[in-house]
């Protein structure tokens, strides 16, 4: 059963720095692309940012595009989302997801973990 | 960008009758990259449709999509009470996904 485990988020000032990340388990890690997605409690869903399989491919959102950094260690079947100059648009619930198959990105989202709350106030 | 616009934005139905789901997008989306999820609340999204209409595993065979170009759908044959719940449509293009605004499915 694929499981995906993220952490790291928290009340945060704006224009500070937050580190998320993502464990995977129950699959082969490295064979999928992944992806940050967020999602305003009450609200509707935004994709953040993306990677591949094998980092040679990533992608962000416009809107976080220069203040969020996306990495990946295969070895520790780990994700990460670097988030820095958050802003109070920010806040959001984060989800770390598992990609479908094929390409540099299979192009849904296949597995979902249960989130992480980031919260940017003063 | 491709913008996703979902109809309607609230669907009431009752258990037994049949939900029929829009999703209209800005620009031709390659029906490779077209999917379908479920949301209830307090969790979170799961994958229902992908491919426009190939259904993921463990997703009952009374949910079914179709469409191609800009015109997608999803149908929920004869509903369950599980099934009232928020649907998004997804479509990725470009280096670039967008969700739709979402349908919510409620009991009548």
């Known amino acids: 059963e694929v499981q995906l485990v993220e952490s790291g988020g928290g009340l945060v000032q704006p224009g500070t720095s937050l580190r998320l990340s993502c464990e995977g388990s129950g699959y082969s890690f490295d064979d999928f692309a992944m992806h940050w997605v967020r999602q305003v409690p009450g609200k509707g869903l935004e994709w953040v940012s993306g990677i591949s399989w094998n980092s040679e491919k990533i992608d962000y959102a416009d809107s976080v595009k220069g203040r969020f950094t996306i990495s990946r260690d295969n070895a520790k079947e780990s994700l990460y989302l670097q988030m820095d100059s958050l802003r109070s648009e920010d806040t959001a619930l984060y989800y770390c997801i598992k990609d479908g198959p094929g390409g540099w990105y299979g192009g849904y989202f296949e597995s979902w973990g249960q989130g992480t709350q980031v919260t940017v106030s003063s | 960008e491709i913008v996703l616009t979902q109809s309607p934005g609230t669907l009431s139905l009752s258990v037994g009758e049949r939900a029929t789901l829009s999703c209209r997008a800005s620009q031709n989306v390659d029906t490779s990259y077209l999917a379908w999820y479920q949301q209830k609340p307090g969790q979170a999204p799961r994958l229902l449709i992908y491919?426009?209409?190939y259904r993921a595993t463990g997703t009952p065979d009374r949910f079914s999509g179709s469409g191609s170009g800009t015109d997608f759908t999803l149908t929920i044959k004869r509903l369950e009470p599980e099934d009232f719940a928020m649907y998004y449509c997804?479509?990725?293009?470009?280096?670039?996904?967008?969700f739709g605004q979402g349908t919510k499915v409620e009991i009548k």
């Open positions: 997804q479509q990725y293009g470009n280096s670039r996904w967008t």
């Open positions: 491919g426009a209409s």
